[in-house]
């Protein structure tokens, strides 16, 4: 697997981590609300999650998959923004590298290789 591509792997877990506990700490603290709004902000992240499971074998559509994600990612980084949470900026900025390394010439070429049995 290229680097660019275990690169959008590993932010897709890291963030779908990070939603995980974020989600888990605000309903240890008793803000179910917190917690709802954090499963919302953290949905893309967490899809990607299943997205990137599949990069090693290379699945059909796993890359226009996670493009997709990687722009929702966005569209809800910018409304988090728009709420007034700066932890919107992190989303944006994130989901704006997985677009980037993704759509790297290596990344295509990995993609689009026959699968081995």
Do not use: D, Y
């Amino acid at each position: 697997m290229p680097g660019p591509v275990r690169a959008v792997q590993v932010l897709f877990f890291v963030m779908g981590g990070l939603g995980l506990l974020a989600m888990v700490l605000a309903i240890a603290a008793g803000k179910a609300e917190a917690a709802g709004s954090i499963c919302v902000t953290s949905l893309p992240a967490f899809m990607g999650l299943v997205s990137a499971s599949r990069f090693p074998k290379r699945r059909p559509n796993s890359r226009g998959t996670a493009l997709i994600i990687a722009s929702l990612m966005i569209f809800v980084g910018f409304g988090t923004v728009g709420r007034g949470q700066p932890a919107g900026l992190i989303l944006c900025g994130v989901g704006v590298t997985i677009v980037v390394l993704l759509s790297q010439r290596q990344s295509g070429h990995w993609f689009r290789r026959p699968v081995r049995p």
